[in-house]
């Protein structure tokens, strides 16, 4: 299984706006609060793997 690592960029709602970082890339991923962890916050690091986010920094 691969492992990516994301910034959340912006928070709206029950949803958060994710930018990998791992990569160069522009695009943003819309993934829904409930799937990541409750201590989010913009600028937040994650790292995705096995199909779970967890906070890196």
Known sequence: ME??????????G?????????VVSDDLKLVARA???A???EGSRLKYEWMQYELTD
């Open 35 to 37: 799937l990541l962890p």
């Open 14 to 22: 029950d949803y958060a706006n994710l930018r990998r970082i791992d």
């Open 3 to 12: 492992t990516w690592y994301y910034e959340v960029v912006s928070i709206d």
């Open 39 to 41: 201590e989010i916050r």
